[in-house]
């Protein structure tokens, strides 16, 4: 049983690797986008990565037992096919993986789950600012 799983884990391990923090605005180049901000967008998942990649009928694995080597606390990657063994695209519009991330960043914000979350967002901006002092120390 090891055998069949072996040998579908060697050929992922030669797929790219996307992680959530190349296609998160608010996060900066040092601490690892790798698109221009204007083009990304903020907070993506590995879901949403996922279900991009489906849509943009690009083969992909998700891990989400992997982390981010920069910022271990952001977990989950998602591992994509961009090229056949032979050498040719997956999908013929999609050669790099920078035009990838860019597909996918511009596909995130139409997601099903981030347009069901903005809706639902609104109504519970009720207790927005309840501080209406100076700011400033204290004196003592």
């Not at 690797?17 to 296609?23: A, E, Q, R």
């Not at 998700?62 to 981010?68: N, S």
């Not at 990838?100 to 809706?119: D, F, S, W």
Request: glycine share 8%.
């Amino acid at each position: 049983m090891d055998g069949g799983g072996g040998d579908l884990r060697s050929t992922i391990k030669k797929w790219n690797v996307i992680y959530p923090v190349y296609l998160n605005s608010k996060k900066t180049v040092a601490e690892g986008r790798r698109i221009a901000s204007s083009k990304a967008c903020p907070d993506p998942t590995c879901i949403e990565i996922a279900d991009c990649c489906s849509h943009l009928k690009i083969p992909h694995a998700i891990e989400l037992d992997k982390a981010y080597p920069r910022d271990f606390f952001q977990v989950g990657r998602v591992r994509v096919q961009l090229k056949k063994d032979d050498g040719s695209p997956v999908n013929p519009s999609i050669k790099t993986k920078k035009q990838l991330m860019i597909q996918i960043a511009e596909l995130v914000p139409k997601h099903h789950g981030r347009t069901k979350k903005q809706e639902s967002v609104p109504s519970s901006s009720a207790g927005g600012s309840s501080k209406n002092t100076k700011g400033g120390k204290k004196k003592k």
